[in-house]
């Protein structure tokens, strides 16, 4: 290559490379912008973006040697336009040619440092500068005005409850004084408590003072029932006051500009005014008097009271008459004087005669005691249970075993037939293992039962009298005259030998008796058609049969009670056999059978049953949502949260923050139940809370909550879950194997 | 002599060597250059370089083989020094290995041995292992990490001493509170047992200290998780309602769950109950219905009244997803004969049992029969001395009923306590296991050494799992194509977690022990663990008194070859400029 196309070569090259590094310097410039808002990745693909079309803008390649050329005739006035010829062949050339090409050669080497390839370098630096500055600008000037957009981190305004990390002057309680006056009807003197735990009687009014070294802004007292009450400042003296009716417990919280410190709790427990206590001695709850015997009853009262007894008496009812006749008379009945009002502890007698209170046979009195005590403004009453007391009408019968038994009261029940023949049997049993007074005694006592049964089947006989027996009803047997004086006894003894005595045979002695009595009373039509029940001849119950046979049945149980009282039962066990068939016969007589008629509905059919028209019968639906309320779920999760806190020692986020106070509240709900626990678990929960003490300090304060938290929660019971396992191809042929195993018959 | 390693390319190497070499050294020749000799020398030297980098030339050397002592904790001084007597091994301890296994050929191990993860690099080598004594204290731990809130916390193992020391081992709870303790006071191995109650669900701590007459030896943490119990989607369905059910009913709905129940009014008529779930049809048993279904209670003469189709696909649910189901008995079913019951029963005298469910014993009717306790058919409670609740396997899930007949009585007498224990032990066994599982390959997590993790996923791509923010990289386990593995190496004392993403977040929560502790579990296991790999020997061999030698082929470092060719090619380049 000839020097001048050497040269015009080098001024080529020089000239593009000059436009790359104008095409980077541009690329660069947008990548520094983006790389100040997005980073390096971005920057970087900016830079190769910017590059690609900047160089399709600018194109840095596209460079002939005819610009060059170009260029040099511009800038080199010396060659005169020539220098294409430098390019040229100089075979080519003619001889003035190639002198000319010689020349510009010549004229270019000797000036070719004039030569400057057109470089906009205002132009690059300016974008450069521009772009420069843009960049630094993002880096060191913010985008946003801090002063204007608030950037309140947590922290800045709100200070710890606990401010003593913060070498804050806060004053020193110089005493706590907690004045306590219980209410005037306990007549209780007032008193100062020891200590800040307060243990008063409910209703009592509490004074607290607090003296502090110097004044602050303010003292509030806060109860467990959410309650403030501010105490009023009398210089560094703060005082307050509350009655106070149920246990819970309290805490100050001292307030001075926007710090606030809270005090431990404290607890406050209550002991409630109890209702009076009575008791009534000297009286049995049943209490009957025959009327010619002293109607006399002594009372007793003991009664009890916390603090002082306002008023013991007797409430009485006496009730007379019976039926739809009955009166009662309400009275109040007063203890003997002599005691003192507002007394604590009272024994009182009194004298009840019964005669005084105008009571007669067949009346009774019904009273109880009760007294007040001087609770105030709300006034406690007790009683005790009521008592019985009678006066027995003799005049009606009655089943009274009264006698030589000496039982006094009317038996609980009453021995049936059947009930006597199996006591009887018993006795007969026991005969040789017992002694034989108390043989004598039981069989008596039997005796006595089957004359009561035989009273009361007695009365449907209309017999009044209990006494007579069929051989005195009947009559002694009047002496034949021929055959001279028979056994005196033969009348009160069973034999079935003799005549018709118990009328085994149907007789007709309701014709006989009304022909008797007909014969008696005269002609009287309507005799015949009276029901007479008062004669006991004549009592028209039954038909002539049962009646015989009941007849019949009461002089069975004749013939057993005497030998019952004879103290041989075994003998009379066949009369009671018999008493007991004649009363079955009896029943089973007054029955009357009467054959069904009317409608009888077919038999159902099984196979249509179930397949009737059930339009008619819809379908019913329910549906109920009930949430499921397990007790004391935060003051739970609390448990693992303060053991992690424990081995960690991290600090708490919002909601653990959260969970814990929820905590507290159902330990507080459960310390309000349990006066007197867990106070200090909820005084170190609230700690841990709100405390930013050092590291050790905090971590024995956490680990106090947890003992307290895990003694105060109750057991759970356990409940079904599912299992997490790996289920796989291998437990899943394992199973199917074992399937057909159990399949496969032996 | 210098010896090539035998490779495949051997050939190729040396042809397109000399090629180039040919190459070159026409080129040389047509250049005619001044130093023609000196660059050919040159040229040489570069191609013979370039060779040598690539074939790595070796020297013969006869090296002489030793055995390795690897010392690990507790090793027997005595050993080592009868070891030592025999030859001059090489003494390495396990913990700061530095020297290459494989220029060994035996090994003695002392000690505790390797621990398990390192087993191994132990792996087709000969070792003989001597181990230590085994440590005394705790050596054995058995008990479940995870627990349902409400069950108790029970620890298993076994307590080893040399002599008859009066210890006591005392399980303490999240507070510290004493829990249960056991006294142990004979040599040897003594199995222990201890229980305490879990108070709430999440993360719990428990403690398990040793301690003699006068000072604590040992304390060990515990670490269990108690979950929140499952609510469950439960099915009634009677012929006409009881007691009995609705008993049952009103426990089921007081603790949560969703019960659905369908009383026969009459045909087709039915009276449909829904508590804590929305209303829908369910006259028929279908697909649909069964799939959210865990648990169906029935009565034996609806149970009988399926049609087939229901009880196929009341089957294959119970096979397939695990569903649960419970027979309400009645006379009829004990010799009903129906195949559809997996049950046959015995005739028994008494009608009454007495069951412990908590201290105070209850005394229960039952029908006169007992269950015939064949293969597949198992006890759920043990409340009894004799089965009164029994099921039987039907693929994953199970068909259960009992013998007792009026359970609701015992609630009516004030014993709700005992009665909500009852039926919630029954309610926990009949249900299924969920195939949502991450598992541990072992009870045990200690800082700093590698854990691996099992999960299982029947679809083709796994679902996610996440250590500390990272996915962990899932391996499929060849022969078992659901089960996939992961391995992390927990660095930090105390709790840690895995999620794992599928349609919602689950975190499986795990312990990471400090390396000090449980130290004499481990070092029981790691012992047995080493014995298993390697055998344990007393008497040392007669091998160890040989000394091997090998002839082994050491390469040349390539240093030197590159070192050759840039001289001669500096030379070759420099030479024409001057």
Known sequence: MSQGKKILHNIKTRWRFYRWVETSIYAVCLALI????????????????????????????????????????????????????????????????????????????????????????????????????????TR?????????????????????????????????????????????????????????????????????????????DGIDLITSANKVYPMKAEGNVY?????????????????????????????????????????????????????????????????????????????????????????????????????????????????????????????????????????????????TETFFVGVKDTTKVEFSLAGSLGVDVMPDYFRSQRQLIIDTEKLIKEKKTIPAQSFKSKSNELGHDQKALRIRYGKFMGEEFATTSPGQERGAPEPDPKTGPKDPLKAFMHDHDGDNEHHLVEDHDHDDHSEDKQNKEGNDPLHAYQHIHDDTEEATFFTMSVRQKLKQALTEMWDSELYLRLYQPEKSLPYQYKALRLLKEIKNHSRIYVHRIGFEPPPIKEESRLKGDFDEVISRTKTVYHVSTEPYTSLRNSIPLLQRLLTTNATLDIEQKALLEKAGDELAGLIIQQPGQHLETLQSLRKVLTSDSDPVSRAALIEKALNGVVQAVPSLLPKPSVENTGEHILTQLFRLNLDSIRRRKP | MITLPDTKYLFWIWALGLLLFLILVIVEFMRKSDHFYYRIIALSGCVLSLMGIVLKPAFPEKIQRKNLIILTDNYSQKVLDSLQRYSASQVVRWDSLSVDLSRFDKFHLLGAGIPVYD???????????????????????????????????????????????????????????????????????????????????????YTLEVRDTTSLLSSETVPVVAQAPTVMNVFIINDYPTFETRSLKQLLVSEGHKVTVRNKVTQDRYSYEYYNTRARQIDRLTSGLLQAVHVIIIDFDSFKGLTDSEYQELHRQMTEAGLALFIQPDEAMFHSGLERLPFSFSKADSKETVLKVNDEPLSVPTYSYRPVMKLGVEAITNFSTFPVFFFHHSGRGKIGSALLTKTYQIGLQGDTISYNRIWNTVFDRLLADVNEAIELDRQMVYENEPLQVFWFSKDEKPFEVKYRQELLPPIQTALIPEQWSSQLWPDKKGWDELVFIRDSLRRYSFYVHDAADWKTVRQFERINANIRAFGAFTKLSESIKKKDEVTEQIPIEPIWFYLIFLGCAGYLWIEPKF
């Open chain 1, 239 to 383: 005082t307050c006051g509350a009655r106070l009716f149920q246990n819970g417990f309290y805490s100050f919280r001292f307030t001075n500009g926007i710090r606030e410190y809270v005090s431990d709790l404290y607890e406050i427990k209550v002991i409630p005014d109890n209702p009076p206590e009575l008791v009534l001695r000297g009286v049995p709850i049943h209490t009957y008097f025959d009327y010619n015997q002293p109607k006399v009853i002594n009372i007793t009262c003991d009664v009890q009271d916390d603090h002082g007894i306002t008023d013991v008496y007797l409430i009485g009812t006496v009730t007379q008459g019976s039926g739809e006749s009955v009166k009662f008379r309400e009275e109040k009945l007063f203890f003997d004087a002599g005691w003192e009002k507002g007394s604590k502890r009272l024994t009182l007698s009194r004298r009840i005669d019964l005669d005084q209170l105008a009571m007669g046979p067949g009346d009774e009195l019904y009273f109880y005691a009760e007294t007040l005590d001087n609770r105030y403004p709300k006034t406690q009453k007790n009683r």
């Open chain 1, 140 to 216: 060191y000037v913010p985008l946003t005005n801090q002063m204007t957009s608030p950037h309140i981190t947590a922290g800045d305004l709100v200070l710890p409850a606990d401010t003593l990390a913060e070498n804050y002057n806060w004053p020193v309680v110089e005493s706590l004084i907690v004045d306590i006056t219980p209410p005037k009807y306990t007549l209780l003197s007032s008193f100062t408590q020891n200590g800040p735990g307060i243990n008063v009687v409910e209703g009592a009014y509490a004074k607290w003072e607090v003296r502090l070294s110097h004044a602050i």
């Open chain 2, 119 to 205: 087993l191994w690099q132990m792996k087709d080598k000969s070792v003989r292992y001597v181990p230590a004594e085994l440590p005394e204290g705790i050596t054995r731990i058995k008990y479940a990490s995870y627990i349902t809130a409400g069950e108790s916390v029970i620890l298993q193992g076994e307590y080893r001493q040399s002599e008859a020391n009066h210890v006591k081992l005392i399980l303490n709870g999240p507070s510290g509170k004493k829990m249960d303790s056991t006294s142990v006071s004979i040599s040897g191995t003594t199995q222990f047992l201890l229980k305490g109650p879990s108070f709430a669900t999440g993360e719990l701590l």
């Open chain 1, 34 to 137: 983006a790389y100040s808002f997005a980073g390096t990745v971005a920057a970087f693909i900016t830079f190769i973006m910017g590059l690609s079309m900047i160089m399709l803008l600018l194109r840095p390649w596209d460079l002939n040697m005819a610009t060059v050329v170009q260029l040099v005739n511009l800038q080199l006035k010396a060659i005169h336009y020539s220098a294409e010829c430098l390019l040229a062949n100089p075979v080519s050339l003619t001889r003035l040619g190639k002198i000319q090409q010689r020349k510009t050669a010549y004229l270019l080497a000797e000036k070719r440092r004039q030569v400057k390839v057109p470089i906009p370098v205002k132009r690059i630096a300016l974008i450069f500068c521009l772009f420069s500055m843009v960049f630094l600008g």
